[in-house]
């Protein structure tokens, strides 16, 4: 994609044209080949450069202007070894033809051979060995995201070849040596450290040290208007860039920041028994970054807001901040370290860091815990996405790098931790622990596979680690279980457990996880090892019958759990929170299901529970899902009546409730679901007035928040948002309003405007803005005016994915169809698909994933 002031998530780019083929006296025709070339960077053009490319390092320049609408001038040198065979040399790069400016090979000008996105050298300007191709030419500025006073490189998947031309694939790792010219107010930061820089008037010209050995994908440059800070922690400097100007979220953050930092690095160094391996170690927080963060080799880019909490904050929050950063730190050693071969594999250094990312938590947050952060963090998100008609296996087939953007989701982020942590079971502690060190050793500053990794595991366990794989890895969908509890003279007789695909299939997956017997007096846990279609519980005959059972009390088990209706009435009495968790979770993907509850008498429950929950991370476990069942799960014609029970409710447990962090999760879900008129004017004079109510603490983004939950009301007073923007004094916070406001006006032909301005590209830039922004333009409230949108939102889909980052396809469905809950919704999604049979399979995947809320609230709310 190409974006006037290009943004980063991940990927996209105008397809190149076929272009022209100059001559000079050694070269009268294209250069001979055995097969056309193809857009993208397909996995047969990867394995031939494999075989024959080799020590490849770029030195590049960028001359970046002060305005973001000016071209970038560049020139990079790439030097390699060369294997002589036939086929012409190929180097990515996704820009238009007029973006070339020289080509020269070992010092000798050449004619410029650009097709199907591929510079093409002939072979016969190439010497076996080592080589050196120049390239003056415009940088591309879809992956630049250029903004007034800043701009930063995001480059996964494949994205590097979107700015330069270059050997884009994770297997040809090379070092960076990078020179940037910028205003002279501008910092810079890349992989390597600073060499040096001069300042010739009004710019300043920064030459870095080569960076490690990184592949592509990996390689980052910032350049901006940025705050520089740097301290030293186990003596070991780390230098943060930040645009943050809030002195509250400063004071509170600086210090977490650093800390949290050091300490994931001291425990990963003691880990995996190799020390930090890369020259330096630094980040950067960007406005409205794409994701979360992302894991460049010594320079760290993450989300400002991650980063930055203010007194305000949740300890819920401020746990998922220690954990994202344990994420991208635990990347340095599983990912950058040692890279997955090619991108069919990416979740393979996903896994990993969810994987050490709670381990470091749960050493880092002592106060925490850590089995029902994994409860609460993993198994909704991956139910959310394998219980989907679109359902994707962790690991999948991939032809061609310009589709990788589409593997990213739920499952490789969220599910491959939950299968990882049945292998650590399954393998014990400290053999997987020391496995993963003989794993790390051997492809150092190298390429590895799935396979190589289960290679290297296998002989530290007698169980058949391959067919293990199989239907974890390879195969889409859970399991569901069924039981048969039989009783004789009050005491347990049998106790049968089974398991199937929940589409019905006889697939087993291997697994442990426990039932609880809950007694009046005490609660007896059992282990169940489901290596079998059945299992019988022998540890439990003999037994008293218990008052109930909860299911997966442990909550490891990976699947749809039976209920048994004693437990309903009777959660709150389970002492242990992870049971607590697992509970919750089970009985809405249930009431999901259609099984056993249905969502009015799982709202009642919730309801009574918001007052009774002593847990944080389990409140908003439970906030979560009350609101998605009144807005998503509840006809509009009963909504009113349920919202207005629920905010009585929420506002009482927010009053009584001592704990901050509480508070503030019951007052979000007051505000979420504010539908009566008492709701509404209380929170417009809260906001208003900007007096919280007692014992909540509220920061201006919350009540940007509220300003934004009132204008989607309509709420009679006008021009609440411009009031907003007023009080807003970040300038990075207040263009974001901005660009939303049209989202949210009460004049539905301004919201028109809004929705029709993108299907422009360049109005598409900011993606987290446009996605939050679709929130609001879709919201219940809004439907009956904003399902007009949804036709014209699914045409532009496969555009979406041309042109925008790795996760905007499935935040842009998400934000568009959450929402909505009629069969009309569901039918015009299947008439969409059915109509194009041919589709894209994985957009097609990524869309039935989305579809999944209204295919189940319209088969729940509306049946015959």
């Known amino acids: 994609m190409i974006w006037n002031s290009s943004i980063i998530s991940r990927y996209g780019i105008t397809a190149s044209l076929l272009f022209f083929i100059a001559v000079d006296s050694q070269s009268q025709s294209t250069p001979a080949r055995s097969a056309p070339i193809e857009t993208g960077v397909s996995q047969t053009l990867a394995k031939a450069r494999k075989q024959t490319i080799g020590q490849v390092a770029y030195a ?6 002060a305005q973001k609408t000016q071209p970038i001038p560049a020139t990079e040198s790439i030097t390699f070894t060369w294997t002589k065979n036939a086929s012409p040399l190929l180097l990515d790069f996704k820009e238009e033809r007029a973006h070339l400016q020289s080509v020269s090979v070992n010092g000798k000008a050449i004619p410029i051979v650009f097709e199907s996105e591929h510079v093409s050298i002939s072979t016969a300007y190439l010497a076996a060995g080592k080589n050196t191709v120049s390239i003056q030419f415009i940088a591309g500025n879809s992956s630049l995201n250029r903004n007034d006073e800043y701009l930063y490189t995001l480059l996964v ?16 790792k090379a070092s960076f040596q990078l020179s940037l010219t910028v205003p002279v107010g501008w910092q810079a930061m890349t992989n390597a450290a600073v060499n040096d820089s001069t300042i010739t008037g009004d710019r300043k010209s920064i030459r870095f040290l080569p960076s490690d050995i990184i592949p592509t994908y990996l390689f980052s440059f910032v350049a901006g208007k940025f705050t520089s800070v740097t301290r030293t922690l186990n003596k070991r400097p780390m230098t ?15 210090d977490p920041i650093f800390t949290l930092h050091a300490d994931a690095l001291t425990f990963l160094e003691d880990y995996t028994q190799i020390p930090y391996p890369f020259k330096k170690f630094d980040f950067t927080a960007i406005p409205d970054f794409q994701y979360g963060g992302m894991e460049h080799a010594g320079a760290i880019d993450y989300k400002l807001s991650s980063l930055f909490l203010d007194n305000g904050a949740t300890r819920d929050q401020k746990l998922s901040r220690a954990t994202l950063i344990a994420h991208e730190t635990a990347h340095m050693w599983f990912g950058d370290l040692v890279t997955m071969r090619w991108f069919n594999d990416v979740w393979l250094k996903e896994v990993f860091a969810n994987f050490m990312a709670d381990k470091i938590t749960e050493i880092s947050s002592p106060d925490a815990n850590y089995d029902l952060q994994f409860v609460v963090d993993h198994f909704p998100a ?3 996405v394998d219980r989907t008609e679109g359902a994707n296996p962790i690991g999948q087939p991939l032809a061609n790098l310009k589709e990788a953007g589409t593997l990213y989701g739920g499952i490789i982020y969220h599910k491959a931790p939950i299968m990882m942590r049945q292998l650590e079971r399954l393998m014990g502690k400290t053999a997987l622990r020391d496995g993963l060190r003989a794993y790390l050793k051997k492809y150092a ?14 002989p530290y366990t007698p169980t058949d680690l391959r067919a293990w794989n199989r239907v974890w890895v390879s195969e889409t969908g859970r399991p569901t279980f069924t039981y048969q509890l039989e009783k004789k003279d009050g005491t347990i007789s049998r106790f049968l457990l089974s398991q199937k695909g929940e589409d019905g299939t006889n697939r087993l997956w291997p697994q442990g996880f426990e039932v609880a017997l809950v007694y009046p007096d005490h609660v007896d846990e059992l282990t169940v090892p489901m290596t079998q279609a059945q299992v019988e519980l022998k540890e439990a005959v003999g037994k008293p019958a218990p008052s109930f059972i909860v299911f997966n009390a442990s909550g490891q088990g990976y699947g749809l759990f039976p209920i048994d209706t004693a437990m309903i009435t009777k959660l709150a ?12 979770i089970n009985l809405y993907e249930n009431m999901l299901a259609g099984k056993v509850i249905d969502p009015v008498r799982l709202a009642t429950i919730y309801q009574n529970l918001l007052s009774k929950e002593s847990e944080e991370l389990n409140l908003r476990l439970l906030t979560n899902q009350l609101s998605d069942i009144v807005w ?10 349920l919202a207005a029970s629920v905010e009585q409710r929420a506002w009482q447990a927010m009053e009584q409730e001592p704990s901050a962090g509480k508070k503030k999760l019951l007052f979000r879900l007051y505000q979420a679901i504010a539908l009566s008129p008492e709701a509404r004017d209380r929170l417009y004079t809260i906001w208003n007035d900007q007096k919280a109510p007692e014992g909540v603490t509220l920061t201006e983004d919350d009540y940007t928040s509220l300003a934004l939950s009132l204008a989607v009301r309509d709420y009679p007073v006008e021009g609440i948002l411009a009031k907003q ?16 406001m049209p989202a949210l006006s009460s004049n539905v032909a301004e919201r028109d405007a809004f929705f029709a301005s993108l299907a422009s590209e360049s109005n598409r830039e900011r993606e987290a803005w446009v996605t939050a922004a679709l929130g609001y333009l879709h919201h219940p409230l809004r439907a009956q005016t904003s399902a007009k949108y949804l036709p014209k939102s699914l045409e532009l889909l496969e555009d979406i994915q041309r042109t925008g980052d790795i996760f905007f396809p499935e935040s842009w469905l998400r934000s568009t169809l959450s929402s909505y809950q009629t069969p009309e919704t569901a039918k015009l999604i299947r008439t969409f698909l059915a109509d194009r049979p041919t589709y894209n399979p994985r957009l097609r995947a990524k869309l039935l994933q989305a579809a999944d809320s209204p295919f189940r609230a319209s088969a729940l709310l509306y049946r015959p």
């Open 382 to 384: 991956a139910y959310a």
């Open 573 to 584: 009495t389970l002492k242990n929170p992870v049971t607590r968790a697992a509970s919750y």
């Open 157 to 172: 998947p494949d994205r590097a070849r979107t700015v330069f031309p270059c050997f884009d694939q994770p297997d040809l």
């Open 725 to 740: 923007l007023a009080r807003i004094k970040n300038p990075d916070r207040k263009k974001r309003l901005e660009f939303m």
């Open 632 to 641: 998503n799960f509840t006809k509009p014609e009963n909504r009113l009546a």
């Open 240 to 254: 943060l860039l930040h645009r943050e100007t809030d002195t509250t979220k400063l004071r509170l953050s600086l």
């Open 60 to 65: 590049l320049k960028f001359d970046i202007p």
């Open 445 to 458: 500053f190298n390429n590895a596979t799935w396979d190589d990794l289960i290679a290297i595991l296998d």
